[in-house]
Nanobody
Framework: QVQLVESGGGLVQAGGSLRLSCAAS????????MGWFRQAPGKEREFVAA????????YYADSVKGRFTISRDNAKNTVYLQMNSLKPEDTAVYYC???????????????????WGQGTQVTVSS
């Protein structure tokens, strides 16, 4: 069992930056691929970024590629999402999620992620 707690959300002006953190409990964190998803008001939750268990591989949604960076520190049981050049359309609740399968694949679909955090709100003003 893994528990995930996101932090770092807030209100920022367009063009600004935020760094989200996701702290995980459990000794098996380092073997899990991790992902970030987001859900804007009135929209379905969507994939943002994923990172392999070792941190050597990342994958991004086209909408955030070049602006967001996912990383992890397995010694701290934490995964990060650095968000730069934020746009009003990035406004959403951001969730981190864990894929415990232990494969080398990175998935964009929610069904592969068994554990989810409670989410943190990011609001980008124009």
């Amino acid at each position: 069992q893994v528990q995930l707690v996101e932090s770092g959300g807030g209100l920022v002006q367009a063009g600004g930056s935020l760094r989200l953190s996701c702290a995980a409990s459990g000794r098996t964190f380092r073997s899990y691929a991790m992902g970030w998803f987001r859900q804007a008001p009135g929209k379905e939750r969507e994939f943002v970024a994923a990172i392999s268990w070792s941190g050597s591989r990342q994958y991004y949604a086209d909408s955030v590629k070049g602006r967001f960076t996912i990383s992890r520190d397995n010694a701290k049981n934490t995964v990060y999402l650095q968000m730069n050049s934020l746009k009003p359309e990035d406004t959403a609740v951001y969730y981190c999620a864990a894929d415990p399968a232990g494969t080398s694949s990175l998935y964009t679909a929610e069904l592969y992620y068994d554990y989810w955090g409670q989410g943190t709100q990011v609001t980008v003003s124009s």
